[in-house]
């Protein structure tokens, strides 16, 4: 039934979908939960589990490893650098939202760094980069910094989402930052893209729903809000992205 009414909704209003009722949208994905997008999505990489994803680490935006950098040589050095290193960003990926989570700013920038270094093209680190600058953007003191770091915060997301357009953080945040921004009309196709990515998310509905009434819509606002009570019930509390995928080698 769920599946219908979200189907229905998504035809009449374009991409429309919101959050739960009822549910506070964290102002965060959850630690971990958002991979680097490299390969398998594994957040911190068991060391005893080896993930070959058939792709060499520079070809996923990694620093380049020569097969004898870890003394090894053979087939099994290049999955080796690839485990390395994955494990090394994610790591670092997973302190900088532990700091944002804190308002520890002044020590989310170098692990971001960090992270950058070992895979300079990996979405999630333009996404936290903006996350970083829009934390930065409500603690400033005059309007002059505060603009200045919303353009900043733009820029690193819209990296991320050039990076990989189905980042619903990404699209979420930047949503956020055009509502701050007074700009409904982008806020509006942000959550109407969020809605077409991921559409049995309650979450994205019920904002979707505020967007619209916050523009006077207030009938697709309402059936926005229906499709979010319908989903309620079946949206998990925790992404099931969250999960950490990882298959030996040898299967």
Request: hydrophobic letters at 45%; one cysteine or more.
């Amino acid at each position: 039934m769920e599946v219908l009414v979200s189907r229905k909704l998504y035809v009449r209003l374009c991409y429309p979908r919101t959050p739960s009722v009822g549910r506070e949208l964290s102002s965060a994905a959850p630690l971990f939960a958002n991979p680097l997008g490299i390969g398998i999505g594994t957040p911190i990489v068991n060391p005893s589990v080896v993930v070959d994803s058939g792709m060499s680490v520079s070809e996923a935006g990694g620093q380049s490893v020569s097969s004898g950098s870890y003394g090894g040589g053979g087939a099994s050095s290049p999955t080796a650098a690839w485990t390395r290193f994955r494990a090394q960003a994610n790591m670092w990926m997973a302190l900088a939202e532990l700091f944002l989570a804190e308002g520890r700013l002044s020590e989310v920038a170098p692990c971001v760094e960090q992270a950058t270094t070992l895979f300079p093209h990996a979405h999630q680190a333009f996404y936290l980069k903006g996350r970083l600058f829009m934390a930065r953007a409500e603690k400033a003191t005059d309007e002059a910094t505060a603009l200045k770091f919303r353009s900043e915060a733009n820029a690193s997301l819209l990296s991320a989402l050039a990076l990989c357009p189905s980042h619903t953080p990404s699209l979420f945040h930047l949503a956020k930052l055009y509502t701050s921004e007074g700009n409904t009309v982008m806020a509006e196709l942000m959550y109407k893209e969020l809605v077409r990515v991921d559409p049995l998310n309650c979450q994205w509905w019920q904002n979707l729903g505020c967007c619209l009434m916050r523009r006077g819509n207030a009938v697709q606002a309402m059936d926005c809000y229906a499709a979010a009570s319908q989903l309620d019930r079946s949206t998990p509390l925790v992404p099931f992205a969250s999960i950490p995928l990882a298959f030996p080698s040898s299967v």
